[in-house]
């Protein structure tokens, strides 16, 4: 039987990790630097531990909802608060269709994030940062230093709202599209915060009077091509720390949801939304709605890109607190969170990083 590694040789794995850690971030050109780099193995850095859950053999697929025709057909609109509801609570992610942002727009958006990651890494570089608190954050792995391992993508961050910012403090290469689909995604929150009130059987706007609408985040994400795709993951297995996430995905795939310890494909529709539950309504609906779990493949297709667009005040400072709804609890289901700010809950859930085994929501149970 092998003895164990010292205690000196687990410091000196730990200090080649660090080593090359800062390495890769001192080189502020990310994944797609190393990929453009010409690089055939996958560094050890990006290496993920085995999952132990598998990928679905049964026809699994979450909801698609056509939002068609909601604000002048009662009927349907019923229909749609019911679907919108059944999927907030088993699967915590559906997809929308006829969601009043055009094919255009979309396309566009694709493309902006396209241009920002294929320009000139000298020109990129300048937005490169750790600083959470900058209105533009683009990095590799906001948690590179404390997840297990690095995922094979390179993020921007962007805040939109709740103050709108001057044109000049975002990239040129994706500036005016940005501005203008941050504006029609804030209106489709709005959409979906009154169906999710609804599916709560509380006031239309009700979830909108809370604040969950107000700050607007746009992450996004360019994952290239990997050479070893078995190796390592886009994005490790975690659920969003917002209150909701409206994503626009290209046409590659390899987004996954973990459903009843199974990953399922959610397959890219043509013109569709993917939207999904984040921690914070999960809190405050007293776990009515689920932030599911879901991952990124790696992929030797590439690259792929999506636009991630989180409801949350995320890091500014605010003495709001969110608990769960009065309405939504009673002596038979009594509170199961404490109250916390968005601030207080994204720190923690930052410091945890992703791939983590425990939800960020288990630390503030009652």
Partial sequence: MEDPPSTDANEENLNNRMNELKAFDETKAGVKGLVDSGITKVPQIFYTPPDPFTTNKVEFSIPVIDLDGIETNQDHRKETVKKVGNASSTWGFFQVVNHGIKQNVLDEMLEGVRRFYEEDTQVKKEWYTRDGSKRVVYNSNFDLYSAASANWRDTTYCSMAPKTPNPEELPLACRDIMIEYSKQVTKLGTSLFELLSEALDLKPYHLKNMGCSEGLAVLYHYYPACPEPELTLGASKHADYDFLTVLL??????????????????????????????????????????????????????????????????????????????????????????????????????????????????????
């Avoid at 009843?260 to 999904?276: R, S, Y």
């Avoid at 709605?289 to 030797?300: D, E, G, I, M, T």
């Avoid at 709001?320 to 609890?329: A, R, S, V």
């Avoid at 700010?341 to 425990?358: F, P, Q």
């Fill in 249 to 366: 995905q290209d046409n590659i795939g390899g987004l996954q949801i973990l459903h009843q310890n199974q990953w399922v494909d959610i397959p890219p529709v043509p013109g569709a939304l993917v939207v999904n539950i984040g921690d914070l309504l999960q809190l405050i609906s007293n776990d009515k709605f689920k932030s599911s779990q879901h991952r990124v493949l790696a992929n030797h297709i590439g690259p792929r890109v999506s636009v991630a667009c989180f409801f949350t005040t995320g890091l500014l400072p605010s003495s709001k607190l969110y608990g769960p709804i009065n309405e939504l609890t009673s002596e038979e289901n009594p509170p199961k969170y404490r109250e916390t700010t968005v601030r207080e809950y994204s720190l923690h859930y930052n410091s945890k990083g992703l791939g983590g085994t425990d939800s960020a929501l288990l630390d503030f149970m009652l």
